[in-house]
């Protein structure tokens, strides 16, 4: 071969290296343990996280908890083995969370909570934590209950509870909030308190339990979450009793099915949580692997929607 073709071989594969593209950058990857599917609530958070992964070309490890957390904390351990950039979890309960996320900062994996927050003795074990303020949730049913109290002061208050999953930050944050700002008003009194699951079949099952015993002296529903509530609502119907109307249903979520009930007159009132975090959580957990900073708590904005505005705002839910 003679040194000219030599050099023409040679510049023709510098050629082919400059037009050919950049080796492009190795994608984030997130290890992601939901809680379930529990509810609407829960379908559409999970829709909007793998939304967004997939729409910024992020690489999801999506695991399935199904309501247990010993599944959480497999798979937050495998997420380890598998080294991932970051991890992010909906925590199913508060407490029990220090080990496995000791390991987690002990591999130097960041990690993100997601709606629910943790009980934790270090809050460096976690790096931030995306969601409502559930106490606030809370408060706000309480208030909206208080002022039909004072518009409406000849009708009965006693209140039955249906509780979310026991343990979980939701469940204590939201009958906290809503019990401080109840017991500024003497009408307003809890007579029953139990969990839902925050499904609609056991929402359906402890109403009717709650229908047997205390019958018409029931003045309000409580419930924790739209699906516990919608459960309910059916359970007072087979009673022969109007939800809406001759018990009052307060709940907490902001789904299309609480839309929907509002609109048939059979829930009074929702309190937003919007599951919509998808976005939020990619775009945290691309700062923190670029080693930007990031805020330990991100809130997110809500709202509350009385059945007066339903049909109005029913046609802007995207969830």
Request: proline share 4%; charged share 25%.
């Amino acid at each position: 071969m003679t040194l000219t073709r030599r050099t023409l071989l040679g510049a023709g594969m510098l050629a082919m290296l400059a037009a050919a593209p950049a080796f492009a950058a190795k994608p984030l990857t997130i290890g992601f343990s939901q809680v379930g599917a529990e509810s609407e609530w829960r379908t559409a958070n999970t829709a909007s996280i793998k939304d967004a992964a997939k729409k910024a070309g992020v690489n999801l490890k999506f695991a399935d908890a199904q309501q247990r957390q010993e599944n959480q904390v497999k798979a937050i351990r495998s997420f380890i083995a598998q080294r991932v950039d970051v991890i992010a979890f909906s925590p199913v309960v508060e407490s029990g969370w220090d080990t496995v996320l000791r390991e987690a900062k002990n591999a130097k994996i960041p990690v993100i909570l997601t709606d629910r927050a943790v009980n934790v003795a270090d809050k460096s074990l976690y790096t931030s934590f995306i969601g409502s303020d559930f106490v606030e949730e809370g408060r706000r049913a309480g208030r909206w209950l208080v002022e039909q109290a004072k518009k409406n002061p000849n009708r009965s208050y006693n209140i039955v509870e249906l509780q979310g999953t026991v343990g979980s930050a939701p469940a204590n944050d939201r009958k906290a909030g809503f019990a401080e700002v109840i017991k500024a008003e003497p009408k307003l009194k809890i007579i029953r308190s139990q969990t839902g699951d925050f499904t609609r079949a056991k929402g359906k099952e402890v109403m009717e339990a709650f229908l047997k015993s205390e019958g018409k002296n029931i003045g309000v529903l409580y419930a924790h979450n739209d699906d516990m509530a919608i459960g309910a609502i059916q359970a007072i119907e087979e009673a022969g009793l109007k939800p809406g109307k001759d018990i009052l249903v307060v709940s907490i979520d902001g789904v299309r099915g609480a839309f929907e009930a509002m609109m048939q007159g059979k829930l009074n009132v929702t309190v937003e949580c919007n599951p919509l975090l998808g976005p939020q959580l990619i775009q945290t957990a691309q700062a923190i692997k670029a080693g930007q900073p990031v805020a330990k708590r991100i809130v997110v904005n809500e709202g509350v929607f009385p059945a007066e505005v339903a049909a109005k705002e029913f046609p802007n839910r995207r969830y």
